[in-house]
């Protein structure tokens, strides 16, 4: 690819980008700034690997401004100065690693519906049930199942063995990675004289648009109304989403988060790994929670949030170091103990 192939790329995906670049450099391939050769392309944004920068021996950079004194003098002639290297370099490791599959269906796929684009692609022993409705350029990879009735716009991917049970609505551009089930039963049981009774879940799971699932999640249809997951959101792998869970626009769920049932999230919420969410709460807009924090209550307020049960995280860091010294705080107290009751003593002789 050549700079004006890479500079469109950018501009396309609204990316303002200052070149400082030879006009006939080619690139084939992104890499790390240490891997990388003179046909790749790299990116830097971190001062902590300045020495990697220094001795890279990438054919052209993603930079920052205030980053680009640290370049050295070989690679001080290719380089592109742009506000967010990362976003920079996302969008151009998708053109540089497009995903392609073939058009034609499996002979062993199963397809019930005749509501399939005919761009679409049907893997083997995938079963796509009736009155399911497949948009545009539409990938069903080995193994998955959808079930009866179920919408999924444009450019949906559906990695190997993912099951998507009836009636559940996912929108356009949405990913869901190997394992995952949408849609399953919730876990909705009554207790009669220590005997659980089942309670069917009648609900959906509605997915938004632009939308990354990783592998092995679990999104449970709602027992009434629906289990939401509003547009932009990404979340990781091995994250579970009890019933009538909704899930604010623009969230992040790392690995192995999970939300009891009828949780309302805002938007634009950040979980960090192993973070437990309580049922029946409400969380405002804006939140972030620290590796495995224990929400339990209603969050009213944005900000970050950390520990069992979540509070603010200064407050959270304040407390833990605390805690640590609660030793050496009890064996000055034990030392005081010892002291006072030496005088007692003193003064009753």
Known sequence: MDLINILEILQQNDIEVECHSQKNIKIDQVAGLKEATKMQLSFFNDIKRVEELKI??????????????????????????????????????QAFNPVKFPLENASSAIILSDNISSDCHVGHNAVIEAGVVLQEQCVIEAGSFIGKNCQLGRNVHLAPNVTIMDNCIIGDNVTIESGSVIGGQGFGFANNAGQWVRIPQIGRVVIGSNIWIGNNCAIDRG????????????????????????????????????????????????????????GHITLADGCQFGAKSGVTHTIKNPGSYSGFPAIETPKWQKMTVRTKALDKTAKKLKALEKQIQEIQKTLEE
């Open 223 to 278: 027992a009434i109304n629906d289990t939401i997951i509003a547009d932009n959101c990404i979340i990781d792998n091995l994250v579970h989403i009890a019933h009538n869970v909704e899930i604010g626009e623009g969230s992040a769920l790392a690995g192995q988060v999970g939300f009891a049932g009828s949780t309302k999230v805002g938007k634009y919420n950040i979980f960090a790994g192993q973070v437990g969410v309580a």
């Open 56 to 93: 890279t021996q990438a054919g052209l950079i993603l930079i920052q401004a205030k980053f680009i004194e640290h370049l050295s003098k070989e690679n001080k002639s290719n380089y592109l100065v742009v506000k967010d290297p990362y976003l920079a370099y996302a969008v151009l490791a």
